[in-house]
């Protein structure tokens, strides 16, 4: 995946998209799928309410 996909510039200040793995920490992201966020790092799986 592109870098410049998983962050927002603005001016000078850089903001995340997506949520980061609360497991693997700094660097992760996780993948937004329709009922949950997954890592495909640790497999760390996060359901959300629709």
Do not use: D, I
Not at 11 to 25: H, I, M, S, V, Y
């Amino acid at each position: 995946m592109q870098v410049w996909k998983l962050y927002k510039l603005e001016g000078e200040k850089a903001t995340r998209l997506r949520r980061e793995c609360p497991r693997c920490g700094r660097g992760y992201f996780m993948a937004e799928h329709k009922n949950r966020l997954s890592c495909g790092n640790c497999g760390y799986t996060m359901y959300t309410k629709s």
